[in-house]
């Protein structure tokens, strides 16, 4: 059984930059895809970006495609996300997540996720 613990988040002015780490232990986590979903107040958790195992492909929601980037380091058996150019409406809890089956831009594909990380960007 895989544990995820994300890090980093924290409170950034407009404009400012972030970036999160996920520390996956338990199993190496070289032949997942991994994703971030975030989660605003009251709002669904969304799909943010996904990187494949073998391929290292990427993808992006249109909402953060530019500003984001997605990268994992398979030796550390970390994934990260950095986030440039941030938005008042990047506010969220922001969680990392292993895919299990089906399509990578939904929530219930993913069956272990970390406890989150706080990102608060002020305007």
């Known amino acids: 059984q895989v544990q995820l613990v994300e890090s980093g988040g924290g409170l950034v002015q407009a404009g400012g930059s972030v970036r999160l780490s996920c520390t996956a232990s338990g199993r190496t986590f070289s032949n997942d895809h991994m994703a971030w979903f975030r989660q605003a107040p009251g709002m669904e958790r969304e799909f943010v970006a996904v990187?494949?195992?073998?391929?290292?492909?990427?993808d992006y929601a249109d909402s953060v495609k530019g500003r984001f980037t997605i990268s994992r380091d398979n030796a550390k058996n970390t994934l990260y996300l950095q986030m440039n150019s941030l938005k008042p409406e990047d506010t969220a809890v922001y969680y990392c997540?292993?895919?299990?089956?089906?399509?990578?831009?939904?929530?219930?594909?993913?069956?272990?996720w970390g406890q989150g990380t706080q990102v608060t960007v002020s305007s």
């Open positions: 990187m494949s195992s073998f391929t290292s492909n990427t």
């Open positions: 997540a292993r895919h299990r089956s089906g399509a990578l831009f939904l929530h219930n594909s993913y069956d272990a």
